[in-house]
């Protein structure tokens, strides 16, 4: 189960790969949101929001347990297993501030021409935290190589005995 | 520096795979709204919000591709990741033009937006592409560590793998490269007749190492280069450049050293 959510069937992490969605829409609702606010009275801005949102509150429940899978991997003395504690309390944070958006757009999402203030604000908080968060997690894997050369290294290993290189012993990954 | 803007260095995180979210996510969501308007009839909202969203993955796309050319500049030109790179990019390029055509067809028939199967198949190939290159992407990153701890070397990258040879050797001793043409911190990835050495300036010395860490192997020629240590870009092993000795984990095996000899202002190495 843990391969499989860490995305070793498919040789590309899962995680990574699904938070696409909600870490582009969340904070595009925002932009819908603020648009809405300055718009014609068309309700469409609003119905975007409302879509951007759900369809982002859907794909984070998968993003969640694949983060969580690549976190067990990370050992505890490590600076990114507490990163990733970080990334993981606000991105759940996050979801739940996005499920309380949704909830108060349930109503009115086909009908209202305007976010209300609470609603763009909710928005704007999660869109915040978002980025710290998205940021977080890219330094994860830029500054700390998590999941790099993970799923790889049988082959960087060859490359690198073909290369001449010193290696450790095959079993002292 | 623009390059090491568009790079993130400065943020200590590369800005392409941060813009990248806006375009998949966005553009994911409007061929899902573009299949809703389908699936519930009447739904003309539907066909705008799908434009509408569109447009911004497709602008958001185009800012992501300036970034993600600056990463391609410095990516080695041998590098087996260099060509999944330029198929990426052209994939991506595809789509960027794929969704231009979509934007500009709807916008000019915007009552009948999305009455024509043709825009639904634009979108559908649009969305199919970038899944395709999505995954490519993400290959560079988490199998061949591209962008992984460039942001903390301050020297440009090796471009390409200099190619020496035994037979242009004299007792073993091959020549490489003008030492006066390194600058201290810079360093080269050699290929010694099938051996990859990476070389670096340090002050005012030059050292020889083995290009592969001995971690998970990331490329040492792409380290950080500073108190007579390399640090492996990947998960930040130290080894002494001088006697290949692992300083900071998590790598646990020493490294080789290969002699250097400097004769005539040329780097000489064994």
Request: charged share 20%.
């Amino acid at each position: 189960m843990i391969d499989f959510l860490q995305g070793k069937w498919l040789k590309h992490p899962l995680h990574p790969a699904l938070v696409h969605v909600p870490t582009a829409l969340w904070p595009a609702a925002l932009v819908f949101d603020v648009l809405s606010r300055f718009g014609n009275g068309n309700n469409l801005f609003v119905q975007i929001a409302f879509y951007a949102i759900l369809f982002g509150l859907l794909v984070a429940l998968l993003a969640i347990p694949t983060g969580y899978a690549d976190w067990t991997d990370i050992r505890r003395e490590k600076p990114a297993w507490k990163l990733g504690l970080y990334h993981m309390g606000l991105n759940l944070t996050i979801w739940v501030l996005e499920a309380a958006n949704l909830g108060l757009r349930r109503q009115g999402f086909q009908t209202e021409a305007m976010a209300t203030p609470a609603q763009v604000g909710l928005s704007a908080l999660a869109a915040l935290l978002l980025i710290v968060s998205g940021y977080l997690g890219g330094r994860m894997i830029y500054a700390y190589g998590i999941n790099v050369a993970r799923l790889s290294k049988k082959k960087w290993r060859e490359i690198a005995k073909e290369g001449g290189a010193a290696i450790p012993p095959e079993k002292g990954e | 520096m623009l390059k090491a803007l568009l790079q993130g260095k400065p943020f200590g995180h590369p800005l392409h795979p941060a813009l990248v979210h806006f375009p998949i996510g966005l553009l994911i969501l409007s061929l899902l709204l573009d299949i809703a308007a389908r699936l519930w009839t009447d739904q003309e909202g539907l066909y705008q919000a799908a434009f509408y969203t569109m447009a911004f993955g497709t602008v958001a796309g185009a800012l992501a591709a300036i970034a993600g050319f600056a990463d391609w500049t410095d990516i080695r030109r041998d590098h087996p990741a260099k060509k999944t790179a330029t198929t990426h990019m052209l994939l991506n390029l595809t789509a960027l033009a794929l969704f231009g055509i979509n934007l500009f067809l709807r916008s000019r028939q915007p009552g009948l937006a999305g009455t024509s199967l043709v825009y639904l198949g634009l979108s559908l190939a649009g969305v199919g592409i970038i899944l395709v290159s999505g995954y490519l992407g993400g290959k560079m990153v988490y199998e061949d560590g591209i962008g992984a701890g460039r942001h903390r070397r301050h020297t440009p990258t090796p471009t390409e793998t200099i190619r020496v040879s035994g037979r242009d050797a004299q007792e073993g001793w091959a020549p490489v490269y003008d030492a006066e043409a390194m600058k201290d911190g810079e360093t080269l990835r050699v290929d010694y007749d099938g051996k990859i050495i990476a070389i670096a300036k340090q002050g005012g010395e030059v050292y020889a190492f083995q290009e592969f860490c001995t971690h998970r192997y990331g490329p040492l020629s792409e380290g950080k280069i500073c108190d007579h240590q390399v640090e492996c870009p990947w998960h930040r092993s130290r080894f002494d450049i001088r006697s290949g000795k692992v300083v900071e984990g998590p790598a646990k095996v020493d490294m080789k050293t290969y002699k250097v000899a400097i004769r005539e202002g040329k780097i000489f190495i064994r």
